[in-house]
Nanobody, 127 residues
Framework: QVSVMESGGGLVQAGGSLRLSCTASGFNDGAIGWFRQAPGKQREGVAC??????????ADSVKGRFTISRSSDNPKNAVFLQMSSLKPDDTAMYYC????????????????????WGQGTQVTVSP
């Protein structure tokens, strides 16, 4: 069973940056990524790393501004989301998610019983 924990959210002004961190205990292979949900909006897959291939996927809304990366040290099952040029529209609860197969369930925000996610970390971007 995979246990996921996020950290690093906070309040930042528009144009600023934040770095989110995630550890997925019990994760061996598959995909780790991030989705977000803002009040009154649908859940949105933000970024995902296909672990064994090293491929990364991004939502169009964050391309060029967000970067997902993997830890090269211990723990090796850690991922980071570097968020730059933040906009008020980026305000949401951000969840790290792990799936033993592919990034599809994370990026498409589909209900998949194999996907594990944490309790979320709040990101608030002020105008």
């Amino acid at each position: 069973q995979v246990s996921v924990m996020e950290s690093g959210g906070g309040l930042v002004q528009a144009g600023g940056s934040l770095r989110l961190s995630c550890t997925a205990s019990g994760f061996n292979d598959g995909a780790i990524g991030w989705f977000r949900q803002a009040p009154g909006k649908q859940r949105e897959g933000v970024a995902c790393s296909q672990w064994s291939r090293g491929d990364a996927y991004y939502a169009d809304s964050v391309k060029g501004r967000f970067t997902i990366s993997r830890s090269s040290d211990n723990p090796k099952n850690a991922v980071f989301l570097q968020m730059s040029s933040l906009k008020p529209d980026d305000t949401a609860m951000y969840y790290c998610a792990a799936n033993p197969h592919t990034c599809d369930a994370i990026m498409q925000s589909t209900q998949d019983p194999d996907t594990s996610w944490g309790q979320g970390t709040q990101v608030t971007v002020s105008p």
